[in-house]
């Protein structure tokens, strides 16, 4: 069976600090990693893809299919990153795609 | 363009009573979702559907039923609510590399 496990439900960071938000799964093939984050008052929107290999808004993230892991990164945290973040898991593309494995995500707020 | 969008954003029932969820979307996307976010839980998928009048089980579809018999529009239906069905209900649809979710909605079964 396949599992995202985020070990955090809580983080706190101060504005500037490094940030890492921990994301381990369990998957016996070749998995696609998502990370999405939901801001107050937004919706849940897709913030990366492993396939990808881009950063956005400053995160990156990398797939360690050694460890089983996919954890997101930023050097430099800011006020705005504060939301809810989500790892997620599905098979390969096709018909796979959307039918996500959530993890049960990880609240970060960034203090001034 | 609206995106994904959900009817209603709130509701309050008593247990037995049934109700259906809407969900439409304008991109012309072929697959629709249904999800439940608890809290601990993360977001756990209910019903999925591949194409219209297709519809197909995911990892926690009891008490659920859902429709697709427009390609716009994907229904998510409880027959007969119970509390442990209080929860928040995303419907998403997807390209072949985004999923879009809808803003969510909030259902308390007392």
């Known amino acids: 069976a396949q599992r995202v496990t985020q070990p955090e439900k809580l983080l706190s960071v101060f504005k500037g600090a490094p940030v890492e938000l921990k994301c381990n799964y369990s998957?016996?093939?070749?998995?696609?990693l998502f990370w999405y984050v939901q801001y107050s008052r937004q919706r849940l929107q897709l913030l990366l893809r492993h396939i990808s290999r881009e950063s956005i808004k400053g995160f990156t993230a990398d797939l360690n299919k050694g460890e089983t892991s996919f954890h997101l990164k930023k050097p430099f945290a800011q006020e705005e990153d504060s939301a809810m973040y989500y790892c997620?898991?599905?098979?390969?593309?096709?018909?796979?795609?959307?039918?996500?494995?959530f993890g049960q995500g990880t609240i970060l707020t960034v203090h001034p | 363009n609206a995106g994904v969008t959900q009817t209603p954003k709130f509701r309050v029932l008593k247990t037995g009573q049934s109700m259906t969820l809407l969900c439409a979307q304008d991109m012309n996307h072929e697959y629709m979702y249904w999800y439940r976010q608890d809290p601990g839980m993360g977001l756990r998928l209910i019903h999925y559907?591949?194409?219209?009048?297709?519809?197909a089980k995911g990892e926690v579809p009891d008490g659920y039923n859902v429709s697709r018999l427009k390609k716009q529009n994907f229904l998510l239906g409880l027959e007969s609510a119970a509390p442990s069905q209080t929860s928040v209900y995303f419907c998403?649809?997807?390209?072949?590399?985004?999923?879009?979710f809808g803003p969510g909605t909030r259902l308390t079964v007392l």
């Open positions: 997620a898991l599905s098979g390969p593309g096709g018909t796979s795609y959307g039918k996500l494995t």
């Open positions: 998403a649809s997807s390209s072949t590399t985004n999923l879009y």
């Open positions: 998957y016996s093939g070749s998995p696609e």
């Open positions: 559907s591949v194409g219209e009048g297709t519809t």
